[in-house]
């Protein structure tokens, strides 16, 4: 590890505009236990707040003022033009404190400060933009009827939004949820990932202060089975929105049952990525490189199994690994590539994964353990000869391990691609367009990247298919989420047509 600890790096001056409290209905409050949880820095494993802890209580205080906004507040009953110059303003002020931003995010988080300015504050930016001009763009239909009947539909704001996050994208996924949720009209409460609340918080603050009115958008820090669990199962929540595990993606989806609450789910992934035999190995070594370790491999959609023509295995194997001990470990404020993963539940199910491939009969061509004295960093790992049945090759690891397979022919490996139960996104790199758009239209993927991986953009819709989840996010496919279709009819004194 290099420079364990950025010497200009203090945890106090970073977070020293956050105010660690629960946002509800405008005020930042302390939790009714009065209870607060320690957050760490992943670089040091130090304590560096403590934050309000909420727990079913708050929950309660926060959907009644969600509730509350949503019935008779001025937010749903503003025109979508309004809705989108306040979502625009928020915009602005987070693009204008950027950098307090990306440094917040990298502190709580532990990825590379240039990852979080270049990718994420900048497409928090972008998001909250690209919906804030959808705000005045939803409308319904004018149906054609069978009967001397006018009918139309109004897709009206769903109500009250519960939306719960992961830490691996702190910002972001409160973007993904929070942004199309307003440009519909609904009401917010956000439970953060109990690692990384600090950045959203910061946010709370900037949207009161672009306009957003309070009780629209509530934030509380806390934990799953606590305050995630109560805010998925509330009475007062109309729609229940997701991104996690697919273990507790299913908890959520029982929590929401009870009062049949609409659901959406962005959960687990095991992606495969599919190298064909006449790709440029130089190029498709790095694509591959990145599509799983980028973000440490804490990624959902993460090309975490990597498929290799037979024809080129060897040398792709081999530039993999030299690749891989070029990426830098060290401190995420510094130059490295690959900082700490997020916590210490995160680096021992890493370190198992990595000891699970090796008892397994995988063969481990670099790293395979902790790196460094202190924090919760790792080694950038690659293992080859990796069977479609060792856990490593089956299960979502959320980390820096690479694992390469052999394939010969076409049907198998799509057969093999499509055999996990994740169906969250894949890559395809190839030269030949009709095995692009065999493989593009026979894999059972939510996402299929063609000569490319991690392409986001605002218009792209994402999501999963079978475990990976249900629902879009991003694009004007994320508004579905969020809308109802109400169905008006009338009689007509005149034959319409
Ligand atoms: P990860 O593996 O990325 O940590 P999790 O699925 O464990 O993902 O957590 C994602 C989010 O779900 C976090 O905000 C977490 O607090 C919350 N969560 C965890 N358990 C539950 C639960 N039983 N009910 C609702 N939310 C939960």
Known sequence: VESPTARDVDPAQILRNVRPKLLIDGDFVDAASGKTFPVLDPRTEDVVAQVAEADAADVDRAVGAARRAFDSGPWRKMSGRQRGKVMARMADLLEQRAEEFARIETL????????????????????????????????????????????????????????????NYPLLMLAWKVAPALACGCTVVLKVAEQTPMSALLFGELALEAGLPPGVLNILPGYGPTAGAALASHPGVDKVSFTGSTEVGREVMRAAAGGIKHVSLELGGKSAAIICPDVDLESVVDDTHMALFYNHGQ??????????????????????????????????????????????????????????????????????????????????????????????AQEEIFGPVQSIM????????????????????????????????????????????????????????????????????????????????????????????
């Not at 270049?118 to 005045?136: E, I, K, L, M």
């Not at 004018?142 to 009250?160: D, K, P, S, W």
């Not at 498929?307 to 080129?312: I, T």
């Not at 401190?331 to 995160?346: H, K, N, R, T, W």
């Open 108 to 167: 709580d988080n532990g990825k590379p400060l240039a990852e979080s300015r270049a990718f994420d504050v900048t497409a928090v930016v972008s998001h909250f933009r690209y919906f804030a001009g959808w705000a005045d763009k939803i409308s319904g239909k004018t149906l054609q009827t069978n009967g001397n009947m006018f009918a139309y539909t109004l897709h009206e704001a769903i109500g009250v939004a519960g939306q719960i996050i992961p830490w």
């Open 299 to 392: 990624n959902c959609c993460a090309g975490s199994r990597t498929y290799v023509h037979e024809s080129l295995y060897d040398e792709f194997v081999e530039r993999a690994v030299e690749r891989a001990q070029r990426a830098t470990v060290g401190d995420p404020f510094g130059d490295a590539q690959i900082g700490p993963l997020v916590d210490s539940a995160q680096f021992e199910k890493v370190l198992g994964y990595m000891k699970a491939g090796k008892a397994q009969g995988a063969v481990l061509r670099c790293g395979g353990g902790r790196a460094g004295p202190k924090g919760y960093y790792v080694e950038p790992t690659v293992f080859s000869d990796v069977r479609d049945e060792m856990s490593i």
């Open 406 to 497: 052999k394939w010969s022919s076409v049907e198998e490996v799509l057969d093999r691609a499509n055999a996990n139960p994740y169906g969250l996104a894949a890559g395809v790199w190839t030269k030949d367009l009709d095995m692009a758009n065999r493989l593009s239209r026979g894999l059972r993927a939510g996402t299929v990247w063609v000569n490319c991986y991690n392409y986001f953009d605002d218009a792209v819709p994402f999501g999963g298919y079978k475990m990976s989840g249900f629902g879009r996010d991003l694009s004007e496919y994320a508004l579905n989420n969020y809308m109802e279709v109400k169905a008006v009819v009338t009689p007509l004194e005149d034959p319409a047509w």
